[in-house]
């Protein structure tokens, strides 16, 4: 596509509940991530796909929180037992190849957790 | 890990004027990317500098590397450069480099 497709755009949730953000990245980039970003903060990084693989998986708070992409293209981040502190919004970039390339952010998905 | 430092953290400008924002860094960084959030969330690069100049348009960006900060400059302002300015950086390069860690942001608010 021709940009970055994030969706839903709002999700509102109750405590405890399971949640799944889907990322579409640019049609042709092999790397994708996904960032967090509370109010009043920069974006923190979550994790790292390059091509179907998570190459690096440092930044997920806990276990609660899981992310896939399954053929390379589209990415699901999935947040079990949803926590009031899990309220943020979520944004997925994705480059050409990794390494030292620009990353194009999509408009993220807000998530709050009632 | 690596500090990221952003000044001021809130602007407000008169349309016309122009400006000077600045990231400091606490390590030696390989990339270091410049983005501009607009009110609406949406997150765009403007640059990607670890070191050098660059311009585009009304914009241009400095990184002196050695002495770890860069500086992005907006001259004329105009009212759809308000927003977040965000300084992100990574000490790995090349192929290694894929986690950036972002400023807290300038806040720049252009009045007409």
């Known amino acids: 596509g021709a940009g970055v497709s994030q969706t839903p755009s709002n999700k509102v949730t109750e405590k405890g509940k399971y949640v799944e953000l889907r990322c579409d990245p640019i049609?042709?980039?092999?790397?994708l991530y996904w960032y967090r970003q509370s109010l009043g903060q920069g974006p923190e990084f979550l994790i790292y796909?390059?091509?179907?693989?998570?190459?690096?998986d440092s930044g997920l708070p806990n276990d609660r929180f899981f992310a896939v992409r399954p053929e390379g293209s589209v990415s699901t981040l999935k947040i079990q037992r949803t926590e009031r502190g899990d309220s943020a919004v979520y944004l997925c970039?994705?480059?050409?190849?990794?390494?030292?390339?620009?990353?194009?952010f999509g408009a993220g998905s807000r998530l709050t957790v009632l | 890990g690596i500090q990221v430092e952003q000044s001021p953290p809130d602007l407000i400008l008169q349309e016309g004027a122009n400006s000077t924002l600045r990231c400091n860094f606490s390590d030696s960084v390989n990339n270091l990317q410049w983005f501009h959030q607009n009110p609406w969330g949406q997150l765009i690069n403007l640059f990607y500098?670890?070191?050098g100049t660059k311009q585009n348009g009304r914009l241009s960006a400095t990184t002196v590397a050695t002495e770890r900060y860069s500086l992005l400059y907006i001259s004329s302002s105009q009212t759809t450069d308000s927003g977040v300015y965000f300084c992100a950086v990574d000490v790995k390069a090349g192929a290694g480099s894929y986690q950036l860690t972002f400023g807290k942001g300038t806040k720049l608010s252009v009045i007409p």
């Open positions: 796909f390059q091509g179907t693989g998570a190459a690096d």
């Open positions: 500098i670890p070191s």
């Open positions: 970039a994705s480059s050409y190849g990794g390494g030292a390339n620009v990353l194009t």
């Open positions: 049609s042709g980039h092999t790397a």
